[in-house]
C-alpha cells in the first residue's frame, strides 16, 4: 500500500514532442502528490505538485494530471526540449509528514 | 548559496569501517529528512526530524545506521561496519513542515562506495 507506481522507465522524445509519465498509488491517505527533476549528480528538485482537490494543475509547459478515483496521476511535459533530458520521479506522501514514497523514476531523453 | 548542504559529497571506505555524513539544512528549515538512493531507483525514506526529535525510521534503518541532530540545526548520518550493500548516494532534504507547500528541499547528495 505504500508503494508508488512509475512507468515507463524509459523515454525517448523528438524536440518538441509531449512526453507522458504515469504513476499510480494505492493508499488513500495520500494527499500531496509532488514530481521531482533530476540531473546526474544533482538532488532532486521540485518541478510541481498537485493535491487531489484539482484534477489538473500546469506551471509553464509542464503539467499533471490527477485521477483521484482510478488513483493515478500523470505528467505532460508539452514542447519539450533537450535541457529537459533527465530523471523524473513522482513522489506520494500525507498525513503532513511530507515523508515522500518516491516512485523508481523516468529517465527521458529529448533528441534535438 | 543557501541550499541544503551535504558534506562528503563522496566517500570511499573499505568494509567494516564506519562513515559519518553531515547534512546542513536551509535556516529556519524545522524539518530534516534522510533518504537513501541507489543506482536507476527513487530515493527511499530512511528517517525525519522536527527540530530535533526523531520522529520516524525506516525499517531500512538498521541497527548499524544513527542519525542525530542535536541542536535542531544540522543533522549526521552514521553507518557502522559499512557493507557493500551500503553502497548508495545518501540524500538530505530540509522543509518548513507545516508552515511550508509541502516541497523538500534536496541537498546533492554524499555518494558512498564501500569496497
Known amino acids: 500500500q505504500q508503494q508508488v507506481k512509475q512507468s515507463p522507465q524509459s523515454l525517448i522524445v523528438q524536440k518538441g514532442g509531449i512526453p507522458i509519465i504515469n504513476c499510480a498509488y494505492e493508499?488513500?491517505?495520500?494527499?500531496?502528490f509532488p514530481w521531482y527533476q533530476q540531473f546526474p549528480g544533482k538532488g532532486p528538485a521540485l518541478l510541481i505538485a498537485i493535491r487531489p482537490d484539482v484534477s489538473e494543475k500546469k506551471e509553464g509547459r509542464f503539467t499533471i494530471s490527477f485521477n483521484k478515483s482510478a488513483k493515478q496521476f500523470s505528467l505532460h511535459i508539452m514542447d519539450s526540449q533537450p535541457g529537459d533530458s533527465a530523471t523524473y520521479f513522482c513522489?506520494?506522501?500525507?498525513?503532513?509528514?511530507?515523508?515522500?514514497?518516491f516512485g523508481t523514476g523516468t529517465r527521458l531523453k529529448v533528441l534535438a | 548559496d543557501t541550499g541544503v548542504s551535504q558534506d562528503p559529497r563522496h566517500k570511499i571506505t573499505k568494509r567494516g569501517q564506519n562513515v559519518t555524513f553531515r547534512c546542513d539544512p536551509i535556516?529556519?528549515?524545522?524539518?530534516l529528512y534522510w533518504y537513501r538512493q541507489t543506482l536507476g531507483q527513487g530515493p527511499e525514506f530512511l528517517t525525519y526530524?522536527?527540530?530535533?526529535?526523531?520522529?520516524?525510521k525506516s525499517r531500512l534503518l538498521s541497527d548499524r545506521f544513527s542519525a542525530e541532530r542535536p541542536k535542531g540545526s544540522f543533522s549526521t548520518l552514521e553507518i557502522q561496519r559499512t557493507e557493500q550493500g551500503d553502497s548508495a548516494m545518501y540524500l538530505c532534504?530540509?522543509?518548513?513542515?507545516?508552515?511550508?507547500?509541502?516541497?523538500?528541499?534536496f541537498g546533492e547528495g554524499s555518494r558512498l562506495t564501500v569496497l
Open positions: 535556516s529556519e528549515h524545522n524539518r
Open positions: 532534504a530540509s522543509s518548513p513542515g507545516d508552515r511550508g507547500t509541502g516541497e523538500l528541499f
Open positions: 493508499n488513500t491517505a495520500f494527499d500531496y
Open positions: 526530524f522536527q527540530n530535533e526529535a526523531q520522529l520516524e
Open positions: 513522489a506520494a506522501s500525507g498525513s503532513g509528514t511530507y515523508k515522500y514514497i
